[in-house]
């Protein structure tokens, strides 16, 4: 039986997921990221200003399509500390309607406890805390937020600052914006949350966009990394559904046009543009590798086995171009 690791129905529609304006800290008007985004094949915006939820749907058309969402930021609480030495836990959510207007939040207390997440409620302040996070990421699943851990190595996160986060939809593996100022993310850290059995987790490659610099300036953080989100129509509804499904795959550059995992034959089939190397990822040590023959040639599709003897979890697929730019799938699970 074949097990695609990408969709194999409708139509493509290329995604950035987390981005700024000057509505909060962002450079360019709405309409300008739409103009932007637009001149470079994208269909689909997530409009996640800081703290705040704006409905942009008055900039829909029938080739693009703003989706509804916030940046909701958790700054660390050590007084001994700078900002920028700080934590950060930023998670980006996105709403399941386009009119949402409710944020989640909690009152924190000064000693540390907070209220019960009763409804969604007005921003208040937020600080690193781990159980007032999952409450508040809690509340927006149980309204059916789509929820992201951002940019975790921008954040100077450690494995014990993420471990405890539960029913989170994805992890940033690239941000264009991070990778500007020289702190880019890694699948690193989703790894390590499948390996800790959350299974519905997806790879997310965006933005976070905040510059204005012209999109042939090395420091423009725009239109560097994307998902491509596979659906029946260019819809809110249908978008939205395809994400929460896990019905796309995340890139800096490669494209992925098939993907799947043969279990009669025990092997991932993949094609694929130009890549210098397609990986097989999984949960320990061991995976699988294809290369072309000789340097500074490029390979456009692999069979790689998946030993049966060692006991993998999960497997997923990496593919690398030439320029070391990265596209993600999900992870398959071998064993239920």
């Not at 058309?61 to 940046?71: G, I, R, S, V």
Request: with cysteine.
């Amino acid at each position: 039986m074949k097990h695609s690791l990408i969709p194999t129905e409708g139509n493509w529609y290329k995604a950035n997921l987390h981005c700024h304006t000057t509505c909060s800290d962002g450079k360019m008007t709405p309409e300008e990221v739409k103009e932007r985004y637009r001149s470079q094949g994208y269909s689909v915006i997530a409009f996640s200003d800081h703290n705040k939820i704006i409905d942009h749907s008055d900039l829909n058309d029938e080739n693009f399509l703003a989706l509804t969402a916030f940046e909701v930021d958790f700054s660390g609480k050590d007084s001994d500390l700078t900002w920028n030495a700080n934590k950060q836990v930023h998670i980006n959510m996105i709403a399941p309607r386009a009119d949402e207007d409710r944020i989640v939040a909690a009152r924190l207390r000064d000693d540390g406890t907070f209220d019960e997440v009763k409804a969604i409620l007005p921003p208040q302040k937020y600080v690193c805390n781990s159980r007032f996070i999952n409450k508040i990421v809690s509340a927006a699943v149980d309204n059916g937020y789509l929820t992201t851990l951002n940019h975790p190595a921008w954040s100077n996160l450690d494995y014990e600052d993420y471990a405890y986060l539960e029913k989170l939809w994805g992890v940033e593996v690239d941000n264009g914006g991070c990778r500007v100022i020289g702190r880019p993310d890694n699948a690193d850290v989703l790894t390590k949350m499948l390996r800790s059995y959350q299974r519905d987790i997806y790879p997310i490659s965006a933005d976070d966009n905040h510059s204005a610099f012209p999109l042939d300036h090395p420091r423009c953080s725009s239109c560097r990394a994307w998902v491509n989100v596979r659906a029946e129509k260019l819809d809110y509804t249908s978008i939205f559904e395809a994400l929460k499904r896990g019905d796309f795959y995340s890139s800096a550059g490669p494209e992925i046009y098939e993907c799947y995992y043969d279990d009669e034959e025990c092997a991932i089939h993949i094609k694929c543009s130009p890549a210098a190397a397609i990986y097989v990822n999984s949960d320990g040590i061991a995976g699988n590798q294809a290369y072309p023959e000789h340097m500074g040639e490029t390979i456009t599709e692999a069979v790689l086995p998946v030993r049966q003897d060692i006991g993998f979890e999960f497997i997923r697929v990496t593919v690398i171009d030439e320029k070391g730019n990265r596209a993600h799938t999900k992870a398959f699970w071998l064993k239920k």
